[in-house]
């Protein structure tokens, strides 16, 4: 472990953060950097309720067994309103100052960014993204959480085509993300025969007021509008758009959730005929709605995928360190694989496979589509 410890553990305490205290060997500190202000800080939050609950599960469970040591957990949290150079920056703090073995990153610039050093600064980066090119990176200490976006790209845009239309208007995010997901679903959707009749990308994490950018792309008359970046303000853009009379149907990045856009917009009827990915309320298993309803009892809200993933992850780290009966980062990615087979069925709440080679979690992509007010899943061919 690294130095500088009380420090880590004089911060943690006075956020709050980590579960009660526990008659432990050592303390392993975890990082999170991301949005936890600005437009964007529901979604930072989100990401952050799933890794706090993990946390509580291990401090509560008496700590984590590592080799002969018995951990506590303390988990430290940063905002970086989005920014790559904030998360960057973040990140070396939790590392210098904290200690840290692994830091959770719920955005793609904030992972590219710290990709740059943290080979160097040995530790690992949990990666909440889908963008196929942050395990490309071929980065040795990063792991990806969620499944890459690729065949979404493709299954939405078949849907969309076939259901509505050939004229797309795209009206998405300006993060890196989104930059990438407008990029990839422009090339699918010409590759397939559509037409790009409006781009107009918008800043959803400092804007409320969508409606001149949404008016731009609705004035070219599209038959689907690609949209999408966190859920919130995803949510008042389809609600502007509507507001505007658009009436086709719309194609969400994944990101956005439809169950956490239906609470911005009053329900699913704004939403007929968008596509998007599945939320996990919307998942049948008896250990996803378990979660479920743990998280509804402590938030009073569903769940979206950004506190299950990130839940999940936490506790396949948990479980690697005590097959590497180490906590150092290098050991412990080794370990990856073999941890979500010995992960117990009540933490793996999506039913991850495996991890790729280059660090991506295995898992099923998913489609959902509001079809006469109702979120209905459908089949992705992968």
Same mark, same amino acid.
């Given at each position: ?6 420090? $880590? ?21 975890? @990082? ?69 073995? $692994? #830091? ?26 889908? #963008? ?29 085509? +076939? ?9 998405? =995010? ?44 609705? =004035? ?11 859920? +919130? ?11 505007? @009379?658009? @009436? ?18 009053? %329900?699913?009827? /704004?939403?007929? %005929? ?12 008896? #250990? ?9 009892? =402590? ?7 950004? $506190? ?12 690697? /360190? ?13 370990? /990856?694989? +073999? ?28 489609? =959902? ?14």
């Amino acid at each position: 472990m690294k130095n500088l410890k009380a420090l $880590a553990v004089a911060t943690a305490l006075a956020l709050g953060i980590g579960g009660p205290a526990l008659a432990a060997d050592k303390t392993l500190h975890i @990082g999170f950097t991301g949005p936890l202000s600005g437009g964007a800080a529901l979604y930072g939050e989100n990401t952050l309720s799933g890794l706090r609950m993990a946390v509580e599960d291990v401090n509560e469970a008496g700590g984590l067994k590592i080799g002969e040591d018995t951990y506590q957990v303390e988990l430290i949290s940063l905002d970086d309103k989005y920014s790559p150079s904030q998360a960057a920056t973040n990140a070396k703090r939790l590392v210098k100052e904290s200690g840290v073995e $692994a #830091v959770f990153v719920p955005h793609t610039g904030g992972v590219f960014a710290l990709q740059d050093f943290n080979v160097d600064d040995d530790f690992l980066i949990m990666a909440y993204t889908s #963008v196929p090119s942050v395990t490309a990176q071929k980065n040795p200490l990063t792991v990806r959480i969620p499944p890459e976006f690729s065949n979404y790209v493709d299954s939405f845009s078949d849907y969309a085509l +076939e259901h509505y239309g050939k004229r797309l208007g795209v009206a998405g =995010a300006t993060h890196e993300y989104a930059k990438i997901w407008t990029d990839m679903i422009t090339e699918a959707w010409k590759e397939k025969g559509g037409e790009i009749v409006a781009s107009n990308p918008m800043d959803y994490n400092k804007s409320t007021d969508f409606y001149t950018g949404v008016s731009r792309v609705i =004035a070219e008359g599209p038959d689907v509008m690609f949209v999408g970046g966190a859920s +919130e303000p995803t949510g008042l853009v389809i609600q502007q758009a509507r507001q505007l @009379g658009f @009436g086709g149907g719309f194609i969400v990045m994944d990101q956005a959730k439809l169950d956490e856009i239906a609470e911005v917009t009053g %329900g699913l009827d /704004m939403l007929e %005929g968008a596509v998007g990915v599945v939320p996990l309320s919307e998942y049948d298993s008896e #250990v996803a709605q378990a979660f479920v309803d743990r998280y509804k009892q =402590a938030h009073g809200k569903v769940p979206g995928s950004e $506190a299950a993933y990130n839940y999940l992850a936490f506790h396949v780290l948990a479980k690697a /360190m005590q097959l590497a009966g180490s906590t150092e980062p290098k050991a412990v990615r080794a370990k /990856m694989g +073999e941890a979500i087979a010995a992960l117990e069925p009540k933490y793996n709440l999506y039913a991850i496979q495996g991890i790729t080679e280059d660090g991506g979690f295995i898992t099923p992509t998913t489609m =959902a589509v509001v079809e006469d007010g109702k979120i209905v899943r459908k089949r992705v061919e992968e």
